[in-house]
């Protein structure tokens, strides 16, 4: 079962390279980690996956983002992830 840990909107994207694309976002709710994996939704749908393999802070690196701060982050996905598009991050938990 897929938990989520929070969710960003995507507002801005800085730039693309094969499939590391460097995001500005704001958390929305919970938090994001830095090495989590994230759904990509699009209009609440599920358009691919992806790992955040990097996260800033007013340009200062940092290994998670809050509820309402925005961030700059490096996501690694194949999926193009476009401005609007959520990211959730999500942890896996076993069911008893």
Known sequence: ???????????????????????????????ISVGSEVKILRRDAEIGRGKIKELQQQKVKTDEIRE?????????SKIEIAVGDKVQGFVTVEKK
């Open 1 to 31: 079962i897929d938990e989520a840990s929070g969710t960003a909107k995507i507002m801005v994207i800085f730039s693309k390279n094969k499939d590391k694309q460097i995001l500005g976002g704001k958390v929305q709710e919970g938090k």
């Open 68 to 76: 309402g701060y925005e961030f700059g982050c490096m996501i690694e």
